[in-house]
């Protein structure tokens, strides 16, 4: 049927027909007209009439149409999201009632009638009078404007359709578009003109012009290196012929060493990077060698998906080289605390938050710290799911406080030995295994052979009524009596009896020794061994002997004491500044859970042995308690003893590798120490040292010695033969001997290892921490237990795709893996999954802020709900399928946006149009940008030909004003002479409570947390 057919029999044209007579009468007989119509003249006007009656209809339909087309993902979630998702929204702890707005099924349920608005209780109610009914509730002030009002309506009776947010979309192929012939960009191959040109095309806009050549090169040279071209290279540029120039000056560039440096600074701000520890003390801590990785892994172009990789899991991978463990420590440039009174548990479980909260900006572009302490409010990320993302960084050996009184690095820690200290400590250990395993050959070869060249053997008992052999006996066992005791007392160093006080003084037996010092007057009282001392758990008593104990120094402490009850923590006797103040550097015998426990540390946890008894200390009756150790710094070297007898004991850490002293502690302190928990009410008595690993005999020796006395011949007599031969073995030449070389040799391994400098790293725990939900977020507030995992909302945790093409993004199979056996490197493997919605969109969009001020997605921060939506969504895609495609290549994809026409063209104001974009958002001119604080002060230095090129090291302090420092943290701030204060300010010296002043001036990040968009300066 013809138009005009489809016109004549339409049912409005029917009508009007049907109308057409009634008319004819009014207007004969009522109206007043000066030339009356004729019936055909009639029939004409009121065909025209009919006609335009019947298109004004179909185009009122056509936008009634229009209007009814409701997107919900950009014009009704965000009224949703706003407005109603606090009480109706994925949080379960707000969620007033059962109805959900973020989920169809319970929408459809409880609220909504698909395609009948007038009968949906969530249109009752917002649009109700009624201050009882109304929603949101009139208190809140956040009732829905009309306009709002109607979106809900027209949605509603179109359907009530859901959709998923666009950001949660796996990606797919995008079809390229192509550009009409007459269009000014039509000649270029580059997918960003294909797209942004079509976009202008549509909306009437034209690009821009091309920025001249002294514009664009001043432009593509501070995008890519953050310095301005030479006045050489201007010249060259705008002089060249060559078709390719502009190519080659951006390969040029893109080659340039200066290139990771500028890139750096954003990827700094993102990891939160500074050279101190923040908080109130902010002292320094090196971490520049991170730094320092990442500018050389932007230089050398590492794949995106690598460089994420070898950051968040570098040291789970296969035979880790150290540079790859050296990009872990992104996940530790978190501010860290040793204040006075913080609580380590507290701050141990802010740092994985922060970790947690770090992962989610840099590389999902969510804010997942709203799920910490609830459920998030707008996107569907549950509480829950929060902590098992925790569960991924919760599993290293560190401690929640720095130390004060050390500058130990936080373990877990790297050592960046140079190849000639890592040639020599490979030496040393080999040397020092192939003695420890000739000195054990030697000690379990012919003991009897050993033992004649020192002493007699033991005696065997008498025959009963055999006087002369019952006299031997009786000789044979006053020289072993003898024996051992000369043995203790040529490796005694320190008795302390409690018996002959000297004011605030008590002597020391050993002979030309200095006397211990009594600390806030413990009380003398009656003891196991005569007098003794009763603490007060603030009093103490300190000796020198110990004092200056080093890991490769064996020694043996011995006391008695009396413990009043159970203790939870007990400090014994110890060799340190401070518990938790210095990362309880030193060594340390303490009462924990009511067992003994012994420690030699460098930084607790992680670089430490202790080892803890298995049998509970005795209460309320004396006791003599006895450690030893050998000087191997294993736990295995290291034995406790009650009454003379060994304890079975369990390792709690063996991983020592550097120094114990060092803290300024130079005493070994007995009942008490500072910020810790004394032996309140606990008695003390006989205090001996040894600067030995005394053996099993010796040991009981020491505690028949002070308890059977009278018997003690008796005891000799009863002694095992083979303790008296492991005696003999240890006296012997040949032993000695191999036990001095083996502390030469310790001890140049740990000067070797002291003197090199380390990196807070990650390292998983042999056995993983258990992880909780914490109710409101709070560290002593756990929860149920949780397995690792990720967002399923997001994407269900699958194996890795391996090689991906835009063909492959529409896969929907997921290879299910169990959670629970997952780790770190798992979760890496999650993000660049060629599935996964975020990585590859939040990456590009983060890419093209750079270079065009904004991103595609303004909030880059917030890919969520309430983040901002793409302006170019296909575009968006195309370019993260094309990320993927060419393997992460991230200087490519540089390459790819800088040499669109869009980047090309010239930033002016030239159109009408521009006026209404000031933003420029549609993209119709080139992009224009305040420089950052950094390129301010590169591009000052370089102007005036001061500027130092120097690649990597240290951070440097350049010229500031005086006393900025000691108003925040009471330390002097020096300058770098030299080169020092003209370096890039990439390597300024960034102090957290007090970042350079320039830095701040030009609105640069604080660093204290993660920041993924930059304040733009109106400096």
């Not at 027909?17 to 009468?25: M, T, V």
């Not at 294909?194 to 009437?204: D, Q, R, S, W």
């Not at 079975?648 to 910020?675: C, P, Y």
């Amino acid at each position: 049927m013809s138009p005009p057919a489809l016109i004549w029999n339409s049912p409005t044209m029917k009508i009007c027909f049907s109308l057409s007579p009634l008319c004819r009468s009014w207007n004969c007989s009522g109206i007043e007209s000066k030339r009356p119509l004729s019936r055909r003249r009639f029939k004409i006007a009121w065909f025209y009439l009919c006609f335009v009656a019947h298109g004004c209809m179909v185009l009122g339909q056509a936008l009634t149409d229009s209007q009814s087309a409701v997107d919900f993902a950009t014009e009704v979630r965000p009224i949703l999201s706003d407005r109603c998702f606090t009480c109706h929204g994925p949080d379960a702890a707000t969620r007033a009632t059962e109805l959900r707005l973020d989920q169809e099924d319970s929408a459809h349920r409880l609220a909504v009638v698909p395609g009948n608005a007038s009968q949906s209780e969530l249109m009752r109610r917002v649009e109700s009078d009624d201050p009882d009914l109304v929603m949101p509730p009139a208190d809140t002030n956040a009732q829905l404007t009309v306009q709002e009002r109607e979106v809900l309506r027209r949605w509603i009776d179109s359907g009530a359709k859901f959709s998923k947010h666009w950001s949660f979309e796996p990606l797919k192929p995008v079809t390229l578009p192509t550009l009409p012939d007459a269009h000014s960009w039509h000649t270029s191959d580059n997918a960003v003109d294909a797209f942004v040109g079509n976009h202008l095309l549509e909306i009437g806009i034209q690009p821009s012009s091309q920025a001249d050549r002294a514009a664009i090169l001043r432009r593509a040279t501070l995008d890519l290196i953050g310095l301005l071209p030479t006045t050489e290279e201007v010249q060259q540029f705008e002089q060249s012929t060559d078709p390719r120039a502009y190519e080659s000056m951006l390969d040029r560039l893109l080659s340039s060493p200066h290139f990771g440096e500028k890139w750096a600074v954003d990827w700094l701000d993102v990891a939160r990077y500074a050279d101190t520890y923040g908080y109130q003390a902010d002292v320094y801590r090196e971490t520049w060698p991170w730094r320092d990785w990442v500018v050389e892994a932007l230089n050398q172009n590492l794949p995106y998906d690598q460089f994420i990789t070898w950051q968040l899991a570098g040291d789970l991978l296969p035979s880790p080289t150290g540079q790859q463990i050296v990009a872990t420590a992104f996940n530790r440039h978190h501010r860290q605390t040793n204040e006075g009174g913080s609580v380590e548990e507290e701050f141990r479980s802010e740092y994985v938050a922060d970790r947690v909260n770090t992962f989610g900006a840099a590389f999902l572009g969510l804010t997942l710290e709203c799920a910490r302490c609830h459920d998030h409010k707008y996107d569907p990320i549950s509480q829950r799911e929060y902590y098992q993302l925790a569960a991924y960084f919760n599993s290293i050996d560190e401690s929640g406080l720095y130390s004060h009184f050390t500058s130990a690095t936080p373990t877990p820690a790297l050592a960046l030995a140079t190849a000639e200290q890592e040639s020599r400590i490979a030496q040393l250990a080999a040397e020092i295994t192939a003695k420890e395993q000739q000195l054990k050959n030697l000690l379990t070869s012919d003991a009897s052979e050993l033992s004649t060249q020192t002493a007699q053997p033991l005696a065997s008992q008498p025959a009963s009524g055999d006087s002369g052999d019952a006299a031997d006996a009786v000789h044979s066992n006053q020289q072993l009596r003898e024996q051992i005791e000369q043995s203790l007392q040529e490796e005694l160093i320190g008795h302390y009896r409690f018996e002959n006080m000297e004011g605030d003084k008590t002597v020391n037996q050993v002979g030309g020794k200095a006397s211990g010092k009594l600390f806030d007057g413990p009380q003398l009282v009656d003891a196991a061994v005569g007098k003794g001392l009763l603490l007060s758990g603030e009093n103490n008593v300190s000796v020198p002997e110990g004092g200056l104990w080093n890991r490769h120094q064996p020694f043996t402490l011995s006391l008695w004491l009396k413990a009043p009850r159970v203790f939870k923590r007990s400090v014994l006797l110890h060799r340190s500044r401070a518990w938790t103040d210095a990362g309880s550097r030193g060594y340390e015998l303490l009462v924990e859970d009511g067992h003994l426990s012994a420690a030699l540390v460098h930084f607790w946890p992680g670089n430490a042995v202790r080892v803890v008894a298995k049998e509970p200390l005795p209460v309320d009756r004396w006791c003599q308690v006895t450690w030893v150790y050998d000087g191997t710094s294993r736990a295995s070297g290291m034995w406790l003893y009650l009454d003379g007898q060994p304890l079975e004991t369990e390792v709690v850490r063996d991983n020592l590798n550097l120094a114990i002293h060092g803290d300024e502690a130079k005493e070994l302190t007995v009942g008490q120490r500072f910020r810790d928990v004394g032996f309140k009410d606990g008695q003390i008595d006989e205090l001996r040292i040894f600067e030995t690993d005394l053996t099993p005999l010796q040991v009981a020796f020491l505690y028949w010695l002070d308890s059977t006395s009278d018997t003690l011949d008796q005891k000799m007599a009863e002694v095992d033969h083979s303790m008296w031969q492991q005696l003999q073995l240890q006296r012997s030449a040949k032993v000695l001997e191999l036990k001095d070389l083996l502390y030469q040799l310790r001890q140049e391994l740990s000067q070797i290892n002291e003197s090199i400098p380390r990196l807070m790293v990650m390292q998983e725990l042999p056995q993983r921490r258990p992880t909780y939900v914490l109710n409101r977020g709070q560290y002593d507030s756990p929860g149920d237990q949780v397995s690792r995992g990720v967002l399923e909302n997001i994407m269900p945790l699958g194996t890795v795709m391996g090689s991906a093409s835009h063909s492959d993004l529409s896969s929907d199979s997921t290879q299910a893996i169990t959670p629970d056996f997952t780790t770190r490197l798992d979760l890496d493997n999650w993000l660049p999954d060629p599935r996964h919605p975020l990585t590859a969109r939040v990456a590009v969009s983060r890419i093209w802020q750079s270079l065009f001020g904004r991103g595609l997605v303004q909030t880059t921060e917030d890919f969520g709900f309430q983040g901002a939506w793409p302006m170019h969504p296909q575009l968006l895609d195309w370019l993260a399928g094309y990320y993927i495609q060419t393997g992460w290549d991230t200087k490519g994809l540089i390459k790819l946006l800088m040499m669109s026409q869009v980047y090309r063209q010239s930033s002016d104001w030239t159109q009408p149009q521009h006026h209404e974009d000031p933003e420029n958002i549609l993209l119709a001119r080139g992009p224009s940008a305040r420089l950052t604080a950094e390129m301010v002060r590169d591009a000052a230095l370089q102007a005036s030909g001061l500027l130092v090129t120097k690649l990597g090291g240290p951070p440097v302090k350049p010229y500031q004003p005086d006393g900025l420092w000691e108003e925040k943290s009471g330390t002097a701030y020096v300058r770098d002479s030299g080169e020092g204060s003209r370096r890039r300010s990439l390597y300024t010296f960034w102090k957290r409570t007090s970042p350079h002043p320039m830095m701040m001036t030009f609105d640069a990040a604080s660093r204290e947390v993660c920041v993924v968009r930059r304040q733009a300066t109106m400096t």
